[in-house]
């Protein structure tokens, strides 16, 4: 079974700019999280979307956004980018939503350099 | 409010010798799951262990071995004759079930980053 996707893996972008980035959950799987990384504040909780519908949100303004398509694939979007936002971006994904105690299955994440 | 404490920053060890990673959580909700994860320099989270809120039964994997003790809210990780691919950096989590108004997200110490050295 293949595992989570993201891509893409890499992205340079500059300030004011707007990006988005993809994930693919493992084939199944439902619910799709994403989380921010960074040196300074860690592993942050962004969102979770379960059946196209976003369950969950974080402590994030409202420039992040996603949303989930009706194969489960999930993209994220972060408009007017910081510099502040540079870091690694994690999907995750499980089989049902969060809560539940289910595995959260992590792809290799997307660098997002914002210059 | 929830929170996940990994104390130690940094740890160093020589291959071999066996090393402990402490982790203190803090909830409301009496449903609850603890996860470790390591993240190795690739960056992909790699999903080790779970533990829910009503099993303190200790776990043991090969050389792993987690440690839960709800009296004092820890789920401490043991690697026993550590090796220099289990370099990384280790996360505990903490996922609630969601009756305190949380939704299950998972939420993360800060890392605690292993160095094995030969």
């Known amino acids: 079974k293949a595992g989570v996707t993201q891509t893409p893996r890499y992205l340079i972008k500059t300030r004011g700019q707007q990006v988005t980035l993809s994930c693919s959950p493992i084939?199944?799987?439902?619910?799709v999280s994403w989380y921010q990384q960074t040196p300074g504040q860690g592993l942050q909780f962004l969102f979770e979307?379960?059946?196209?519908?976003?369950?969950n949100k974080g402590n994030f303004p409202g420039r992040f956004s996603g949303r989930q398509f009706s194969n489960s694939r999930s993209e994220m979007n972060v408009s007017t980018l910081e510099l502040g936002d540079s870091a690694l971006y994690l999907c995750?994904?499980?089989?049902?939503?969060?809560?539940?105690?289910?595995?959260?299955?992590f792809g290799p994440g997307t660098r997002l350099t914002v210059l | 409010a929830q929170k996940v404490t990994q104390a130690q920053t940094e740890i160093s060890v020589v291959e071999k010798e066996d090393v402990t990673l402490d982790c203190v959580y803090e909830?409301?909700?009496?449903?609850?799951?603890l996860f470790w994860y390591k993240q190795p320099p690739s960056g992909e989270l790699v999903f080790l262990i779970r533990?829910?809120?009503?099993?303190?039964q200790n776990e043991i994997s090969g050389r792993y071995s987690w440690n839960f003790q709800k009296s004092t809210s820890s789920f401490n990780f043991t690697i026993t004759a550590s090796q220099v691919v289990d370099s990384a950096v280790y996360f505990c989590?903490?996922?609630?079930?969601?009756?305190?108004?949380?939704?299950?997200?998972?939420?993360f110490g800060k890392g605690t980053k292993l160095s094995v050295k030969p």
């Open positions: 995750a994904s499980s089989i049902i939503a969060g809560g539940s105690g289910n595995e959260q299955f």
């Open positions: 084939s199944g799987h439902r619910s």
């Open positions: 979307y379960f059946s196209e519908t976003q369950r």
């Open positions: 909830t409301r909700d009496t449903t609850y799951y």
């Open positions: 533990r829910n809120s009503f099993d303190e």
């Open positions: 989590a903490l996922s609630e079930a969601g009756y305190g108004g949380s939704q299950g997200n998972l939420i």
